[in-house]
């Protein structure tokens, strides 16, 4: 991926955010939730990206960008479907920029992962920044997307 395509991928998840009508999920998260998470979760893979970029050994623990009050939080902060769709946007060039700032060698760099979904651990190992930011943008961005279609009346 490149700068471009990372970008590009967010599209259609803000697309649907702007189009809104969304209903309450039966078990879930709500569409707001959703898109809190998936811009948290970009703020914390950008973090990882910018942190090797000055040198700094980063590792990556995605469990405040699952923690339902701390995404809440970011939500209310955001005031609705239309500033998330835009907090996502920012967080999306964001991970682009960092992605974009790391040379070849950075980008193989391991850094150890911690990823939680549901309340289990389903990483805890190293993995490439470049499998880290990439998954992200692509397999996890896709996940939630799908999420967000489910809720679409």
């Not at 998330?84 to 070849?104: G, I, K, M, P």
């Amino acid at each position: 991926m490149d700068h471009a395509s990372i970008e590009d991928a967010y599209e259609p998840f803000v697309a649907a955010l702007r189009r809104g009508g969304f209903k309450a999920p039966a078990d879930g998260w709500p569409a707001e939730l959703v898109a809190a998470h998936v811009a948290r979760n970009n703020d914390l893979v950008s973090e990882v990206a910018e942190q090797l970029v000055i040198g700094v050994r980063p590792s990556y623990d995605n469990r405040s960008a699952v923690d339902e009050s701390e995404l809440q939080a970011l939500a209310d902060e955001a005031g609705g479907l239309e500033g998330l769709a835009t907090a996502v946007e920012a967080s999306a060039r964001r991970l682009a920029l960092a992605f974009s700032a790391l040379d070849e060698a950075s980008r193989e760099h391991l850094v150890a992962c911690l990823i939680v979904d549901s309340g289990r651990i389903v990483r805890d190992e190293p993995m490439p920044v470049r499998s880290l930011v990439e998954g992200n943008a692509s397999y996890h961005l896709d996940m939630h997307l799908k999420q967000l279609n489910a809720l679409s009346r």
